[in-house]
């Protein structure tokens, strides 16, 4: 559960270069400005694109947390700073997107956290009402600060623990001065960086793919048991474990799990790596087949070895057969 104590957002026009810096706190007293920051913030706290960090020991920004929690530094005058040095780069990056720069003073379940959220702009188009010597002309005019509306996933966002200093984040690549530039972490936050949720998870099935491979298994069925695991481990725990993993997916053979677990480490992957449920997407749950015949087949993972519903069939001419069994309606898509 998110809870708001402190909003500010202050912006940027790329159209004009103009910053808007803001003097007071956000007033998220109606409900709908309130649930639009909330469903923002809580749609990306759980994002698996989240990398993490720590900060470095110069930090500057860990001094200005360091101010603020002291009252040295007011709120306002904490996301002014952000917002200055965030947009005075993303100027001169490659990317220059007019943005709202949300900075929040967030408690999720009694830890307090420094939240901000880059909400990029987008082009669109709104009515407009003209009163032409009492006459009545309504226009389509084009509106370029158009907010992203809840269901959109933000690309660039930062999550501070106040308690630990912890950091979590997402960012997209800019490049400024004739280099490829991270800004939160490269220049914000000057923090460190580790693999994101669904960066490791990529790896660990791409690791997993290719010691089936190598080891002449059959790597569909192998990927197909590691995503039901995957599944079925979301359950009852949100983080995966390297190891046992590798001993779910390649339970008889221990020259396998060590073959797994030693390109894992070398990978730079975490012995567990943190999995929250809501982040088990429908590319976990369904397998995805091709052919090299041009058939492609979705379908759930636990249905791989039951075969009241799916069997592969290996025939003796070294082909494979596949039977969908037990299909009440089939529906053209």
Request: charged residues 25%.
């Amino acid at each position: 559960m998110i809870n708001i104590n402190k909003v500010i957002t202050n912006i940027f026009d790329s159209q004009s270069g103009i910053t808007v810096f803001s003097d007071l706190e956000m007033d998220y007293s109606t409900s709908v400005i309130k649930d639009f920051v909330i469903k923002h913030i809580d749609k990306s706290f759980v994002d698996s694109s989240l990398k993490y960090g720590e900060f470095l020991e110069n930090s500057s920004f860990k001094q200005d947390i360091g101010e603020y929690l002291k009252d040295g530094l007011t709120f306002e005058d904490f996301a002014k700073g952000i917002a200055e040095d965030f947009f005075e780069l993303v100027k001169i990056s490659d990317k220059v997107e007019s943005s709202d720069l949300m900075v929040c003073d967030i408690t999720s379940d009694s830890q307090r956290f420094i939240a901000i959220i880059n909400l990029i702009n987008k082009t669109g188009f709104m009515h407009q009402v003209v009163n032409e010597s009492g006459k009545i002309r309504n226009n389509i005019i084009q509106n370029f600060a158009i907010l992203p509306t809840t269901t959109q996933r933000i690309a660039e966002c930062v999550f501070v623990d106040l308690s630990t200093l912890k950091i979590k984040y997402c960012d997209k690549l800019r490049y400024i001065d004739g280099h490829d530039v991270h800004i939160f972490p490269d220049k914000i936050l000057q923090c460190s960086s580790s693999l994101s949720s669904k960066e490791s998870m990529n790896l660990v099935k791409n690791i997993t793919k290719m010691v089936a491979e190598s080891n002449g298994l059959n790597a569909t069925s192998v990927i197909s048991h590691a995503k039901n695991y995957i599944v079925e481990n979301s359950e009852i725990s949100d983080s995966i474990d390297t190891l046992q993993f590798s001993r779910e997916v390649f339970p008889t053979s221990e020259i396998m799990q060590h073959e797994f677990v030693e390109q894992v480490k070398q990978a730079g992957i975490k012995d567990k790596i943190s999995m929250p449920k809501v982040s088990i997407t429908k590319s976990e749950k369904n397998q995805k087949i091709k052919t090299d015949t041009g058939v492609e087949i979705t379908f759930p993972v636990d249905y791989f070895h039951n075969k009241d519903f799916i069997e592969f069939i290996n025939n003796p001419d070294g082909t494979i057969s596949i039977q969908i069994k037990n299909i009440n309606k089939i529906v053209n898509r």
